[in-house]
């Protein structure tokens, strides 16, 4: 069921279940859920032919290097019901220590089962988005712990910043998804902010959402709400996977619990899995691009592999998230020329495990600036020519993900538009190759007022949302704006504009009496 | 003698003539020029396979279609004796017009004499540059009317800019040539403007450099100054090409006099022409950026077949400059989507040919902010994967090319620093791998202290000019400086850096007088 090819569920009949049949009188609902967005972002294809870093060779090299760590190091599994289960896959503990060994074998083995391409399916089925192959997938920032915007500058995470954010992810076709929290709403108390937090994605977006991998119960909530929202049993809910989590290994080579019980959850009920290390070259990988890549796969392999012990055939992608320090700081930056080596080639290693593949749209900058742009646009280079499948802090990180931008939101969002617009194929039929156009002009002529632009002119050429294009003397008589003053007027003028997608009002009070009862119970245990 | 390749002459052979012997006792000075630059950014290879737009069967249609409009419509050749070499040739002309028509096979049999790859040689050896294949040439911005930094402004270029400008091209080895001037110094009278910029040109860089075709004086009087620049005879200057000009076409399909007598200077010396129609969709070019393309086509395969006509085997580059206007105002807007995919499909048409391929950094900013950064690194993306040999205004272009910005350089400079480390390869031995470093450190541990890292951290990664990674908090105590501050601050310090490079007091000497005769002689005449 997981390798089907997008849009499946397009049609609507995946929503067309005796549960929300009952639910919605006459279908009204769902025709108005149906009907909405036709934008021309929704589905990307991605047919450059990808780049190449690694030769053949070198592939192989990675390749086998990163198994024999797994082999003869192993990785540190802090869990001891993921140990058992790895165990009883054929992998090699170590008594009284939390080390295990994984055969070559074992992992090419297990990772055999992986689907090559999967949907992820949201609420309003024309968000569903297609895992894999030559789909392109952008999702919002995650998981910054501070939020800024030019007027009320850098400040911590808080709901009000959070539902915001979520908003502007709904306002925009090409921001496919959102991450996870765009910000961390810490005004929230922890027991209980996967429950308002989740609820949000609902209730305010109509795309696929994330969950935390931060102990069971926060999975399981994010799993009951993601069907909830879906308005579906938990028997579809399986067959078609709906929520994704982010699993970030503890490089190097160690899997903590939260994220081992992550797999567990997610993959046993068939949702989607995404596995990252982030291997910082010279801090927690080697100092080489080559040796974090290594590092890198063999975490990732391990992650994956597992979740195949936990449910063969489970939707799972290959994270990659390895880039430089600075080695006068110790810092960790981004959209660098490594950062952009180790995104082309771990394309070549996903795709030479047939698994989908994982990137970020990264910058280290701590302002809308010109490094803000140059960072994000080479990773954008690199993830796109590199064939990177889905795409998390698409749009919205800076500061190397601790600030939620608004402003470098719309900055984003504009160039995954040009990202988009430039993968869009070239129009070479023969009115557009305009031979007679030519002979109308002539010589000397020009194209202004011609028939052939005449009826081409407005939807001729992809028009930015930011770029300032006034000469010289007009830009100075508006104020000399920058790019960043553009995107703080958008971003505002967005938030005006949001509508709330359709929700079935059965579906919301089931989801609030869900949170009503999980919130009565205390929410879920905080160790922090 | 043109297809040799890359570095035929940096052994120092090409400058020891009898002539140079005679000026350089003892070979000091030559000794000087040659142990000069050992960069890593000298000669740039682009091994990545090369990104296409167009299927073989449009390529083929654009193809077709541009040799059917130089058949049937034609272009006006605006010089009489151009007209009689293109007839000598087998042109069809109509008697009392400017109206060439070129037969299909004409065209074709013309452009095959083309060198796929010559050199352009320095008065350095060391800064020779080869041209074609897969070769990446960087030249500086040309021919901006205006000149900006943040403590002056914007201003009308003159004399002082020019120089300063010239002196940070010769700074930085990734500007691997000037360009034209890179402002146009309107203090110097243009009747002798052009012996001052070009003399300034040998005096101030040791780079290939480039002169306008303006009228047949200039020409000549450029030829001699990079003749003497290099202490050759003509007859080795004919044998190595020594200088540029590059020709644009006055679209839609016609060559004006002063570039067409610019051909038959340069290309009758076997000098480099660079042939780039400036073919904006929507206004000078049909709206689709195929239509666009096929009119580029066309243009630049009339001047390169002209080169042909002109002398057998001059070196020739095909030039693309096809963008989009903004449909709002008919301004030019460049480092689109619509730019990218022109840029790409301009390389296809140009290895189709095996011609060398001229592209552009480009970017309509009127300010260093975010849009400067990210149609710059659009158009970077675009010229790298579409395989550019040779990239004009590479380095401090803005404003859509009116103004040269000292700050903008330096961006410019570091991200092609930024391409030309992503184009270095990825070293992947047995140490890079890192395999003995992995099980050194083991699960938990981190790379910082380890000898792996210590032995290599200092040349790791590419250390860039700009880009500040510096957390939050300390960039906010140094004042929160933007990419527009740091590079105020860099253009200024690698400006009281410079210094002269060497170069022989008896060619300077014979430069000097060289450039009071032809001053005395009242320059070139002018007619603006």
Redesign the interface.
């Known amino acids: 069921m997981n390798d089907d090819q997008f849009p499946d569920a397009a049609t609507g009949d995946a929503t067309s279940t005796p549960l929300e049949r009952r639910r919605r009188p006459g279908g009204r609902s769902a025709e108005r859920v149906r009907k909405s967005p036709g934008g021309k972002y929704l589905n990307l294809v991605n047919t ?2 990808k ?5 053949d060779d ?1 592939l192989e ?2 390749h086998e ?1 990163s198994l ?2 797994l082999e ?5 599994v802090i869990l001891p019901e993921a140990r058992e289960r790895m165990k009883a896959a054929g992998a090699d503990l170590t008594p009284g220590t939390d ?1 295990v060994r994984f055969d070559r074998g074992l992992i090419m083995d297990m990772i055999a089962s992986v689907p090559p391409a999967f949907t992820m399916h949201a609420r309003n089925p024309a968000r569903n988005v297609a895992i894999g192959g030559n789909n392109l997938v952008f999702a919002q920032i995650a998981s910054a712990p501070f939020v800024a915007d030019r007027d009320g500058g ?1 400040r911590t995470g808080n709901q009000e910043d959070y539902r915001k954010l979520v908003k502007l992810a709904q306002s925009y076709d090409i921001v496919h998804t959102t991450g996870g929290y765009p910000v961390e709403p810490v005004d929230i108390h922890a027991s209980v902010r996967h429950l308002d937090c989740l609820s949000d994605m609902v209730k305010l977006t109509d795309k696929v959402f994330h969950v935390y991998s931060l102990g069971k119960q926060r999975n399981t909530d994010g799993i009951e709400i993601a069907r909830i929202g879906r308005g579906i049993t938990m028997e579809q809910m399986e067959r078609e996977p709906s929520l994704f989590t982010i699993i970030n290994t ?1 490089s ?3 899997l903590d619990g939260p994220m081992l019980q992550g797999i567990i959850e997610m993959s046993s009920r068939n949702q989607v899995v995404v596995v990252t290390p982030f291997t910082l ?12 890549l ?2 890198q796969n063999a975490e990732a392999l391990c992650g994956i592999a597992f979740t195949q012990m936990v449910r063969r055939g489970a939707p799972v992608m290959y994270g990659g998230f390895t880039s ?4 006068k ?3 960790p ?1 981004f959209g ?3 950062y ?2 180790a995104v082309v ?1 771990g394309g070549q290693l996903a795709r030479r495990y047939n698994i989908p593949y994982r990137t970020s749209n990264t910058n ?15 990773s954008l ?2 993830l796109t ?1 590199g064939g990177g499948n889905f795409v998390m802090h698409a749009a919205g990180w800076t ?1 190397g993900g ?2 939620a931008s608004f402003e470098k939101f719309i ?1 984003d969002v ?2 995954l538009q ?2 988009a ?2 993968l ?6 023969e ?5 007679d ?3 109308d ?8 007022g011609t028939l ?2 005449l009826q ?3 939807t ?3 028009s ?1 949302i ?7 003397e007009t ?1 100075t008589e508006a104020g ?1 704006p ?3 003053d553009h995107a703080n007027r958008i971003f505002k003028q967005k938030l005006n504009e949001y509508e709330r997608p359709p929700l079935d009002p059965a579906i919301e009070e089931e989801l609030d009496a869900f949170v009503a009862k999980r919130k009565a119970e205390g929410g879920v245990p905080t160790d922090f």
């Open positions: 450059l032919a780049s190449t870093v690694l030769s070198a090299s990675v290097a024999t760590i003869e190091i192993g990785m540190d080390r850098r503890s190097p080579l160690r070259a010279g801090a927690m990988a080697p100092v080489t691009i080559a040796g974090a290594v590092q430089n320090v600075d080695m700081t110790g810092a930056a660098t020329p490594e952009m080596k080639a280290a900058a701590n302002t809308l600036d010109a490094q803000a742009a140059y960072e994000s646009a080479m280079w690199a020519q500061e601790l600030t900055l504009d160039m040009m990202v617009e430039y869009t194929p070239l129009d070479v039929s009115d557009a190759l305009g031979l156009a030519v002979r002009v002539g010589p000397g002529g020009h194209y202004f052939h632009t081409r002119y407005e001729a050429f992809y930015p930011l770029s300032d294009w006034r000469n010289f830009w000399r920058t790019t960043s």
